[in-house]
């Protein structure tokens, strides 16, 4: 069971005991989950109608009686709820459907693309809903315009033609007035309409009789409700006696003059309906929301909803060419004149309001859940996505090199301390089982069970827990095909071998228990749990202060207030400095508050200008009180950083996090990502001499006995009797596939690992053509890992390099390395040319001189294979790194 459901069964269990309602603190403490998760979950209730919120102090929550409710809303009041700028027209719209005894015609006003055509099909639908027109009733659409030039077949196509009419009427036709009966009949651009007909409407609108084109002698009588829409002046391009006849006139308003709000709605409908088309959910940057809002549109709702659905379309073909994994919308996707829309001088507090969660940066929209929904990035939920936008921010601001590296271990640190500290004191056994699918769980064991077994201790209960929904998360992520990265993979690989070897192995075991493909990169992730101890588990719950200083008579004040009121707390506190106090007197006036609240926690300090920015420096002198102050603050610094301080973050973390704020643009395209051309696939062939029909066999036995996926691998069979000599013909293959070795009757002198037809029948060789496939398995997962850790150099590339590296060096020593060393010598390998590259310093190995005599000959072997690495990339492996490289070959590394 989700959190959220959780939430919800205890609010529905409660109801009876507290039929005035419960706070989140209340709830949290019932539960034993976090304040601010709570908080978060009940307003997402509130925001789907299963609960109802009651502001006040503290504001408490009701759950829905949802058998109660009122299913059976008017479809025109439901449209009246988002788009509140058209209430009138829709009364009116009512009011003409509802008139005895069969309704008013109606005529719509407005600039073209409002929503004139919209507009009058829920008008069709309120109809048949209230039952003044059944539900069979027809609604016919007619766009004048489209026969504007040919006046006779435009009033053919309206009133029916008699055979004989006029040339080429070659048989009597009905017309959509008749098609119309009984219901509903809707003329766009009515103003192309000529006079004639316009003429015989206001007889049809009159006396309910009309006659067919060429007709003299009988008339047709219909019950049809005239909608009529124009984008012009009535009273200039309409007959007054056709006008007359129509007693219902609605003007329906611009797309400008609608407010942020209802063209947001609009956003979320259009996204929601374009989602539906697609069968997938879609992703939009906040920027991109942004810009949609404020964007100058000039052809109404009919622009806006062709720019999302063109937005749409390319970021599905981004998809489907795999140039990105999800459907996403990023505001560098977006056209200028739609992107000019960020850069517009419009209030957006109500966007801000609307949007309380803006620090996440993608809106997630999606049919089935009929909302929007924001994609989580905080490291409360999932590392996965912190990590993505530190890599982000970092590279925006040209942070690379060491500071990056550093950067980036200082976060996984970080995220690590938390999470295991919040698993300290938050979790149980029973609210673990509402998190992680049952099936990950007993993996989990088996996992924590062979971790214990290889580090010999026993694991504290919290890294289980930990572990558990880390795993969890991972497999989620996986399934969903999102990256798994981690930039500080080859530190932890170094700096905890150990681990990260166990880590290599728990992932083969998830691997094999949960039947999916797990990156290389995940090893580093599960290392950080196995290297925590109890002594780090301690809770670090801290009390930091917001204090809000800010010039005028209640700017501080009124900022506290709407974050408090957002946030649904009393947390942050407004000081208020008017233009005309001098500095000395607000100082004094926040030195009170101290000394009155007893206050002897950190404070952080949100100010807007000039010498209140000082103030801090002035309390940590007096109080003794640490404190941090940020300058030039809006609501949104000031929601952030409360945010951060009821959850417990430590007053620098808090600091950071605010400072980020000015970073919520999304730069998820700034980095190029070139096309590459198709890789080679691998193959085994199989030979025989006796027709095709025995390398077929050979086929068979191969594909019962191997274990590999049909996507990486082919065995292809050859006949060594044909037209073409074996040579070319293992030539010609060698275009199209990587071969991975050869199954013969006979030996072949050519360049490939050979196993003999026999050993094969035997069942002698099929363990070591495993040990082939499993190891290219490995250099497969390692291109998609150096991906991302790589910046001066090709990963594909430095793989092929290091692969032939390490095939030269084991054949020359004969000596087989098992995966999790072949992993270790890639990374380290192409972290290090990488590296050089980049003209980076190198570390130095300690007693080099002493360990290059005692290994010579590996020294002389290895020396030699890193000439072609730094002949192709222009560097000089020193022999500091020859040395750590000749370790990598050592004993512990091989295969027994």
Not at 491 to 512: M, P, T, W
Not at 640 to 669: C, F, H, P, Q
């Amino acid at each position: 069971m989700k959190r959220i459901d959780l939430i919800l069964n205890k609010l529905k269990e409660i109801k009876s005991s507290k039929p005035d309602g419960v706070s989140a603190s209340e709830l949290a403490e019932e539960l034993d989950l976090m304040r601010g998760n709570v908080s978060n979950d009940l307003n997402k209730l509130v925001a789907e109608g299963k609960a109802v919120k009651i502001k006040g102090k503290p504001t408490l929550f009701i759950a829905v009686d949802e058998e109660a409710k009122v299913s059976d809303i008017s479809v025109i009041n439901k449209f009246s709820e988002t788009n509140p700028s058209l209430y009138t027209a829709l009364e009116q719209a009512k009011a003409a459907i509802l008139y005895p005894p069969n309704g008013m015609n109606i005529l719509l006003l407005g600039e073209t693309g409002v929503g004139k055509s919209t507009f009058a099909s829920l008008i069709y639908k309120y109809a048949t809903e209230m039952m003044v027109r059944s539900k069979e009733s027809p609604f016919i659409t007619f766009n004048c315009a489209d026969y504007a030039n040919n006046p006779q077949l435009l009033l053919g196509q309206l009133f029916g033609v008699k055979k004989g009419a006029y040339t080429g009427a070659d048989f009597d036709k009905a017309g959509l007035l008749e098609k119309a009966d009984g219901g509903i009949l809707f003329l766009d651009e009515v103003h192309r309409l000529p006079a004639e007909g316009q003429e015989m409407f206001f007889t049809f609108m009159d006396r309910g009789v009309y006659r067919r084109l060429g007709e003299t002698e009988s008339e047709r009588s219909a019950k049809v409700l005239i909608i009529a829409a124009t984008t012009e002046n009535p009273d200039t391009t309409l007959l007054q006696t056709f006008t007359r006849r129509i007693p219902m006139v609605i003007t329906i308003p611009a797309l400008r003059n609608r407010g942020v709000e209802e063209r947001f709605n609009l956003i979320k409908q259009f996204m929601i309906e374009e989602s539906g088309r697609l069968g997938r959910s879609i992703k939009v940057s906040i920027n991109s929301i942004k810009a949609f809002l404020f964007y100058d549109c000039k052809s109404n709702v009919g622009q806006l909803k062709s720019d999302i659905q063109l937005a749409c379309a390319r970021a599905y073909a981004d998809f489907l060419s795999n140039r990105k994994k999800e459907i996403s919308i990023s505001s560098l996707d977006l056209p200028t004149y739609i992107r000019e829309g960020l850069y517009k001088e419009i209030e957006h507090r109500q966007l801000w309001n609307k949007l309380v969660d803006i620090n996440k940066r993608y809106c997630i929209f999606d049919k089935d859940e009929e909302k929007m929904i924001f994609e989580e990035n905080s490291y409360d939920e999932n590392i996965y996505e912190m990590l993505e936008m530190k890599t982000r921010d970092l590279k925006a601001k040209g942070i690379k090199g060491t500071e990056f590296e550093k950067e980036m271990e200082n976060n996984i640190e970080d995220y690590f301390k938390k999470y295991i500290t919040k698993f300290n004191y938050k979790v149980d056994t029973a609210n673990l089982e509402t998190i992680v699918e049952p099936h990950i769980m007993k993996v989990v064991e088996k996992v924590i069970n062979f971790c214990e077994e290889e580090l010999k201790r026993k694991l504290d209960k919290h890294i289980y827990y930990g572990l558990a929904v880390h795993i969890n998360n991972a497999v989620d992520r996986i399934r969903r095909n999102k990256k798994i990265e981690n930039l500080e993979l080859n530190n932890i690989r170094k700096q905890h071998s150990r681990e990260f070897n166990i880590a290599i192995d728990v992932l083969k075991i998830l691997e094999q228990s949960l039947d999916i493909q797990i990156p290389v990169d995940e090893a580093g992730f599960i290392t950080m749990f196995l290297i925590y101890h109890n002594e780090a588990l301690k809770k670090t719950y801290n009390n930091v202060k917001v204090i809000i200083i800010a010039h005028g008579e209640t700017t501080a004040t009124s900022m506290a207030d709407a974050v408090n009121g957002l946030l649904g707390s009393d947390y942050s506190r407004g000081i208020n400095a008017p233009i005309d106090e001098k500095p000395q007197i607000t100082l004094e006036k926040i030195k009170e508050y101290i000394r009155k609240n007893n206050i002897d926690s950190e404070i952080l300090f949100l100010v807007d200008m000039g010498s209140l920015a000082t103030f801090g420096r002035e309390i940590e002198k007096e109080f003794k009180i640490k404190t941090r102050t940020i300058p030039l603050v809006s609501t949104l610094h000031c929601i952030e950083a409360t945010r951060k301080a009821m959850l417990g973050y430590s007053l620098d973390d808090i600091y950071r996090e605010t400072l980020e704020v000015n970073n919520l643009y999304d730069n998820n395209s700034l980095d190029y990502i070139p096309e590459t051309s198709e890789e080679k696939r691998l193959a085994i062939v199989t030979i025989c001499t006796t027709g095709e029909g025995s390398a077929k066999a050979m086929k068979g036995i191969l594909e019962r006995t191997l274990k590999f996926e049909s996507s990486l691998l082919d065995i292809v069979p050859v006949n060594f009797i044909g037209k073409e000599n074996i040579y070319d013909r293992l030539e010609k293959l060698s275009n199209k596939y990587e071969i991975l070795c050869i199954i013969s009757p006979f030996d072949l002198e050519a360049d490939y690992i050979q196993f003999k037809l026999d050993h094969i029948i035997a069942g002698n060789a099929s363990e070591n053509i495993q040990d082939l496939i499993d190891r290219e398995k490995v250099y497969i997962k390692m291109e998609e890992t150096l991906e991302h850790q790589l910046r001066n150099i090709d990963g594909k590339a430095i793989v092929k390099d290091i692969k032939r590296f390490c095939r030269n060096v084991t054949k020359a020593m004969n000596i087989k390395l098992t995966s999790n060393a072949l992993i270790g010598i890639t990374l380290h390998m192409a972290v290090m040319v990488d590296r050089l590259s980049g003209n980076e310093v190198i570390e130095t190995y300690r007693n080099k001189e002493s360990y290059i005599r005692e290994n010579l000959e590996l020294y002389r072997l290895i020396k030699s294979e890193c000439a072609l690495l730094n002949t192709k990339y222009t560097i000089l492996i020193s022999e500091d790194e020859i040395c750590y490289l000749m370790n990598l070959f050592t004993m512990k590394n091989r295969v027994k």
